[in-house]
């Protein structure tokens, strides 16, 4: 029979001696490796016992918008410029101009 492992619960190890009941009532007795949420096991039990591995957590990435704006240098004119504030445009732009070079550089990425 061949044991699997839940890989969303962490691993924990018991170095106490003696044994006790989880919250979900199983016994873990010392040195035993056991799988459970740290919800599950008493208050009175967490400081013998060791994380053995971290639970995997799902990382999410929060797009921006635009990683391009305009900025404003005269009256009706602008600058493209990037996150970094680099300029990346040649000359001066008007609003609209300015506009359609940001959603071209956006398509781009």
Known sequence: MERTIKSDMPIWKYIGKGS????????????????????????????????QNEPKQEVTEVQQDSFYSKQEVIKGWYNVVDTEGKILN????????????IEELNNIK
């Open 20 to 51: 006790f009941t989880t919250k979900a009532g199983v016994i873990i007795k010392s040195n035993q490796v056991f799988n459970a949420l740290e919800d599950d096991i008493p208050f009175a039990f967490r400081d013998v016992i060791i994380l």
């Open 90 to 101: 040649e000359k001066k732009l008007r609003s609209d101009a300015a506009d359609e070079l």
